[in-house]
């Protein structure tokens, strides 16, 4: 019956687990491990040469973690998941699983701002070139594609746009070329399954509403095992042709017993072992029990977030709300496919008073905190402009939807009246 269901709430606290097989705990032990013993020589070989799937060193793989990539993957209709150590991780991973040097990948402009210098920078120095593509326009995604495109990449809902990415339109132009879409969840999960849509692999960033906590850095990547990378050999040399950092394998043919799972364990074999930049078990513990209550999480976050952009619309201090309800035309028609059972936690609005009412806004918060995050249970507050977008040129702050008086809230679970209340106030404040 479990096993059947496809609720979101009811996978999340049963799949991939229900009591430990040595204790019976029915909360997921964290198994505080290095190492696991092999049976004997026969067995260690059989699991090094993937004859076997089972532990072997916490680096790449561990049962606390294997519990959460199960639930995550159950949860989103994906067939595997791999938790790694941050969201930054993740996505870097996702590219890296497909991409080398001399590749390139065609990335959405409306990226999380670490996400744009991991590709602008970092991606690029290793060889790896981001496209950058306006997905206003699915279009432009096939402009700039080359024999050389690996990947597109997306975030479903960007901040400070809040501009819904179209999902299906730009995994459809990829699957007629033979190119996965990726997309980071990471601000939608429960109200949008990329999946559904045609996507390949999700990122997400658990760090955010996932863990919901607040207490503890993560990261996923969920396999759709949906995308048919042996059909497409030239295009994916990374998963059809010999890996010599696996003793040769093939990896479309390598994984074929045990499953569409081909990029996902070719994720876990060599750059999780070779980067090394796994989730500790305690980490993942903190972020399944996150996990456990997301779905009750998103909808409160979205419904007090939905309440909020109303009452700033009618405030004389606020000169544009940013929120999916407030657009209209295609971006509204996006949001309304892709989202549903709300439109997320997070809500931009523009002062009038431009940098300073900002500066003066956000000092005055006094139940908010100002930090750089999104996707506690707490409500958050960040002024972009001075904080999270200061090392952007002006013209490259405003080209991603920062202006000066632009403030980004992650409304929390806190009772409505309160989370009013305190935005009230330093409104009143910031146009003193
Ligand atoms: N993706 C999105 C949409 C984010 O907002 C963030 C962090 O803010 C990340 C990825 C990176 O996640 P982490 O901070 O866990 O590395």
Known sequence: MIHDSTHPETLALHAGYRADSATGAVAVPIYQTTSYRFRDTAHAADLFALKELGNIYTRIMNPTCDVLEQRVSAMDGGAAALAVASGQAASAMALQNLARAGDNVVSSTDLYGG?????????????????????????????????????????????????????????????????????????????????????????????????????SIGGLIVDGGNFPWDEFPERQPALNTPDPSYHGAVWVEAVKPIGPVAYIIKARTTLLRDLGAALSPFSAFQIIQGLETLALRVREHSRNAQAVADHLAGHAAVANVIHPSRQDGEARRRADTYLSGGYGGLVGFELGGGREAGRRFIDALEMFYHVANIGDVRSLAIHPASTTHSQLSPEDQLASGVSDGYVRLSVGIEHIDDILADLDQALASASA
């Open 115 to 215: 996400t744009w210098n991991l590709f602008a920078n970092t991606l690029g120095d290793q060889g790896i070139e981001i496209r950058f593509a306006d997905p206003a326009d699915p279009e432009a995604f096939r402009r700039a594609t080359d024999e050389r495109t690996r990947a597109y990449y997306a975030e479903t809902l960007p901040n400070p746009k809040l501009h819904v990415f179209p999902i299906a339109e730009v995994a459809a132009i990829g699957r007629e070329l033979g190119i996965p879409l990726i997309v980071d969840n990471t601000a939608a999960p429960i109200l949008c399954r990329p999946f559904d849509h045609g996507a390949a692999v999700i990122v997400y960033s658990t760090t955010k509403y996932i863990g919901g906590h607040g207490n």
